[in-house]
């Protein structure tokens, strides 16, 4: 295992130690709950926006705290969900009076202990809502889901409704939001090399090097099928087709389209894809009305990419292109 | 070879046409000469500023085209410099009146076409000026270069000088400032694995498992010494001392520092290893007053890191805090 860190275990702390040094002008971290919020006080009457999950799919979700995003991010171990008092403080952190959302991926364990961290916080007369994000066509269930995985998604989600938190609006039709954007949003990946992670100190999988695993789930969990190593313009095929029959399109309509890099493709790779994504969209008649090229949501450093794809209306796009101020998506 | 392209000869001209798709909204392509343009004519009076070099260093340096950064990237093959005539005819084309700097890496072939370029360009009327970058501390002279290679450097170079062009500074005293910039910016880096160049098919070096390249160059070039596969704060020493070591520094001086990925490191390791050199600096009493973590000057899929410190005063933290958008660095 060839990695920049010193011992597997410290890997999740030390890194937050690097983010606060890093971002401490807009991030605040607590060390002991691995919680990175925004600095300052929760707003009085903004929804707070709580999400979280396991440590390895950076930016997600720590580089998406800050103005027009997210409130709170809540860090598991490497791949492992963070444990209810964790979400708990979070959420009783960024509530400002206006109730908190939970955003979560589909994944067993985040959603139980959200849900648990929700229950203890309305307790405590915080009301919580929650969206369950599960935009993976690649496989119905997993291994570590009842259902779609979620991926991409999420990414696109926290601006979206981080942009309408913001605006003021309450906590109802902010889940309201959230749903729909989750019905609209759909996702596929595929990877040429395995991750590993620090703690395991090997690959996950084994791939051939004539190999790629299609459908790989962020974790490295197996996906669709193992096929063998395609062209980028037949690797954009492979994604693209199964996202959009997923859903009916009809000619004109409108995406926020992502090509996402899992942590170990350089960005050269990523225009090329997106390029061969672009084309495809284009021939079925699909307008991208906005985009993001580069790593978003990995998986440590395996190679690979995914295509999320979110239909957007008017409204979803005047929320894409508010303001958003955060260490990995700025705009105003 | 597990790359997502097509041909290996199309990876640039294809990678192009990603850059297009994702950014037409704002940079604009000339496909015949490889050329990164902002889009829109050039401002009168406003001094063009021109980088380029070999492809593969990804978002260097198209992704910093655009207010506040570049006017144009001239885009060579992998690993190789672009030619004259793409350097000239984007001398010609973002010639305000106020004549073109060019931004250039210290490696033989690179400087050679630039000047040639240069002089070309002069002899059509336009004033140029140079500013080779050759900020790496790691070799004296290395494969490609009579003196130092020039790294990291370059993109605080191009953002600070940018600040500058567009607030109307003349052309001599950008000159100026950026052999200030070259003068007090210092890099070094490291490798975990070679990077694979597509026309080659393979790795352009072996590395044991237990072993690192020290110094590496951003082509795989060799670097001063090969070690032994070392802990993060281990190796973070290793590069911040011959950093500091390179220049005088007292109690309280200030660096804008940019701890770099080289393409394939997931985020998480190089915010882990900001966190150690973030420490060293502290304990050696230096002030880091603004810093970049994420990759920003690469090597392919190379694993590993470079770290760069540049001295700031007010006038460059200034010029570092004047707005920027370019698809790669972008805030206001």
């Known amino acids: ?39 300052g006080p929760p707003r009085a009457g903004k929804v707070g926006l709580v999400s979280g999950g396991g440590t390895g799919h950076e930016p997600l979700h720590g580089g998406y705290v800050g103005v027009g ?9 490497v791949f492992t969900s963070p444990v209810p008092d964790q979400m708990l403080a979070a959420t009783a952190a960024v509530d400002g009076g206006a109730g908190v959302l939970h955003i979560v991926k589909n994944y067993t364990g985040d959603v139980m202990n959200f849900e648990m961290a929700a229950e203890l916080a309305a307790d405590n007369g915080t009301e919580v809502r929650s969206i369950v994000v599960d935009d993976d066509v690649a496989v119905q269930d997993s291994l570590y889901t009842a259902g779609r995985r979620g991926v991409g998604t999420t990414v696109l989600l926290e601006k979206l ?18 749903t729909r954007i989750n019905s609209v949003g759909r996702s596929m990946g595929l990877a040429l090399t395995s991750c590993t992670v620090p703690a ?20 490295g969990e197996p996906g669709r099928s193992r096929v ?23 000619t004109g309509d409108a ?9 170990g493709t350089p960005l050269l790779e990523l225009y090329l894809m997106y390029g061969e994504v672009h084309r495809l969209l284009q021939q079925a008649g699909i307008h991208v009305a906005r985009c993001l ?31 958003v101020d955060t260490p990995a998506l700025r705009w105003s």
Chains 1, 2 share one sequence.
């Not at 995003?69 to 171990?77: I, N, Q, R």
């Not at 605006?167 to 902010?174: C, H, T």
């Open 228 to 250: 063998p190593l395609a062209s980028a313009a037949e690797a954009a095929q492979l994604l693209v087709d199964p996202v959009l029959g997923d859903l009916p399109y009809g």
């Open 69 to 77: 995003m997210l409130d709170a991010a809540c860090c598991g171990e």
């Open 255 to 263: 995406v926020i389209a992502m090509v996402n890099g899992m942590g």
């Open 161 to 178: 409704v981080g942009a309408a938190a913001e605006s003021g609006r309450p906590l109802d039709q902010l889940l309201e939001l959230a």
């Open 293 to 323: 090229v580069g790593n978003y949501i990995t998986s440590l450093d395996m190679a690979g990419c995914s295509v999320t794809l979110v239909k957007a209306d008017e409204e979803l796009l005047a929320l894409w292109d508010a303001p």
């Open 200 to 219: 395991a100190g090997r690959p996950t999988f084994e791939l051939g090097d004539d190999e790629m695993e299609l459908g790989i789930g962020i974790h």
């Open 1 to 39: 295992m060839k990695k920049l860190i010193n011992e597997p275990a410290d890997v999740v702390s030390q890194a937050l130690i690097g983010i606060e040094a890093a971002h401490g002008d807009r991030l605040r971290i607590d060390h002991e709950h691995k919680v990175i919020y925004r600095n």
